[in-house]
């Protein structure tokens, strides 16, 4: 076990719960890298989509982490991650890497999961580095495209979301 995997193995990983929301907004603001969502949505991700997604609880029960995500509808067995954030506190010690092969395995177990996809801004490269060591350790592939470009978002300057697609999964 690597000390990372030792950091990790102190937390308990699990299903949020909406008292969870308030706490992966502020992790997600705190992040500065992702896109903050409302506060409001936080709340209903916890409730309507705890099953696909996961998040990590120090000692005392408090979030320090969380990977949001939904089973894509019209690819059943594709998991979509929407979000991937950890507490600064916590970062370097594995914990996204054990977040996501945590969910995807419980996800793999209801829906039989053989994809994963999410979508990056160019130059986050720790998101990057997180998917592609992710496909490395489940022998997938990654292809990326475009899938929102600029041009689409009608809030202002916005970098183009770069889809990953990682798959087949060996689990």
């Known amino acids: 076990m690597t000390a990372a995997q ?13 008292t969870d929301g308030a706490a992966l907004w502020r992790i997600a603001r705190d992040s500065k ?20 997604s996961a998040v990590a609880r120090d000692e005392h029960g408090e979030a320090v982490g969380f990977v949001t995500g939904y089973v894509r509808p019209d690819r059943p067995r594709t998991l979509l991650i929407w979000q991937v954030a950890v507490d600064e506190a916590q970062r370097g010690r594995g914990l996204a890497a054990a977040l996501l092969d945590g969910l995807v395995v419980r996800c793999s177990a209801e829906h039989r999961i053989t994809a994963v996809e999410t979508t990056i801004t160019p ?26 470009d600029t041009g689409l978002f009608p809030d202002g300057p916005h970098d183009p979301e770069v889809l990953y697609r990682i798959g087949p999964l060996s689990l």
């Open 6 to 18: 030792a950091d990790s193995a102190q937390l308990q990983i699990d299903r949020p719960s909406v």
């Open 33 to 52: 890298v992702l896109d903050l969502n409302s506060s409001y949505s936080y709340l209903l991700w916890c409730r309507d989509f705890a099953a696909t």
């Open 123 to 148: 130059g986050n490269t720790a998101s990057e580095r997180l998917f592609t060591s992710f496909a490395e350790r489940h022998g997938a592939d990654v292809e990326r495209e475009v899938l929102f």
